[in-house]
C-alpha cells in the first residue's frame, strides 16, 4: 500500500514536471515564473472539479463525516495534488519567488495530504481543504497573468479582484470556520488533523488580512481617481461646450 501511494506520488510528481519543462518549451520567450503559472493554473482547474465532484457527489459529505476512511478516488486526487505542492514548494524555493507564508502553507498542505494518505482517514475534510484553498486560485493566476501583459488596470482587472476578494472572503474564511468547528467538534478525527487544520486556517486569516488592505488600498485609489474626474467635468465642460454655473 505504501509503494502503491509513492508510486502515484512520484508520478504526479513527474507529469507536473514535465508539464512544466514543456510549458517552458514552448514559452521560450517568456520567464520561467509564466510557465509556473501556467502549470498552477492547470493544477488549480483540475483541483477545483476534482474536489468539488468528490465533496457534492461522490462524498461523504466533509461537514458531517470528518475523519471518515478514504475513497480510493480521495486517493489518487490527493496523490496528484501531493506532486503538485512538491513540485511548486521545490520551484518556490529554488527561485526563491516567494515569502514565508507562502512556503508555509505549502509545507502544512503538504503535510497535511502526506498524514491522510499515511493514516488513511481524513481525506474527506482534507479534500475540502483542498477545493476551499484552491476555488480562488484560476482569479489568482488571471490577475497576475493581467499584469504581466498590461491588462490589469481595466475593467477585466477589476472584476477578476472583486471575484477574488469575494471568494476568499466567502470560502476560506467563512466555510472554512465551518469547517473548522465541524473537525474540532467531531471525536473521529486526530488531534494532530485537528492542529493541522487550526494552522491552516491562521494561515488563511494571514492571507485576508493582506487581500483585505490590498482591497482598501485600491478602493480609496479608485475614489480620489472617480472624485478627479467627477471635479475635471464642470471645467472641461465649461472650456468646451457648456458653462456649469
Not at 501511494?5 to 512544466?20: M, P
Not at 474564511?173 to 467538534?185: D, V, W, Y
Request: one cysteine or more; a positive charge; aromatic letters at 14%.
Amino acid at each position: 500500500m505504501a509503494l502503491a501511494l509513492c508510486l502515484q506520488v512520484l508520478g504526479s510528481l513527474g507529469g507536473w514536471l514535465s508539464l512544466y519543462i514543456s510549458c517552458c518549451h514552448v514559452n521560450k520567450h517568456r520567464s520561467y515564473e509564466w510557465s509556473c503559472r501556467l502549470v498552477t493554473l492547470a493544477h488549480g482547474v483540475l483541483a477545483i472539479g476534482l474536489s468539488a465532484y468528490i465533496g457534492f457527489i461522490d462524498g461523504p459529505w466533509p461537514f458531517t463525516y470528518p475523519g471518515s476512511p478514504n475513497t480510493p478516488l480521495q486517493v489518487h486526487v490527493l496523490c496528484l495534488t501531493l506532486g503538485y505542492f512538491i513540485f511548486d514548494l521545490g520551484w518556490c524555493i529554488y527561485f526563491q519567488s516567494e515569502g514565508a507564508l507562502v512556503l508555509a502553507h505549502h509545507t502544512l498542505s503538504i503535510l497535511g495530504i502526506a498524514t491522510a494518505l499515511v493514516l488513511g482517514e481524513s481525506g474527506t475534510e482534507v479534500n475540502a481543504v483542498l477545493f476551499g484553498s484552491e476555488i480562488t486560485n484560476p482569479l489568482l493566476q488571471l490577475r497576475w497573468f493581467l499584469r504581466e501583459t498590461g491588462h490589469y488596470h481595466s475593467f477585466a482587472g477589476d472584476v477578476a479582484d472583486f471575484l477574488f476578494v469575494a471568494l476568499f472572503t466567502g470560502v476560506r474564511i467563512g466555510l472554512g470556520a465551518r469547517l473548522l468547528f465541524c473537525e474540532m467538534a467531531s471525536p473521529k478525527p486526530r488531534w494532530f488533523m485537528k492542529a493541522g487544520g487550526i494552522a491552516m486556517y491562521a494561515v488563511s486569516w494571514c492571507f485576508m488580512l493582506s487581500i483585505w488592505r490590498f482591497a482598501w488600498r485600491k478602493s480609496i485609489k479608485k475614489y480620489h481617481a472617480w472624485r478627479s474626474r467627477w471635479g475635471e467635468e464642470p471645467q472641461r465642460k465649461h472650456n468646451g461646450h457648456l458653462r456649469v454655473h
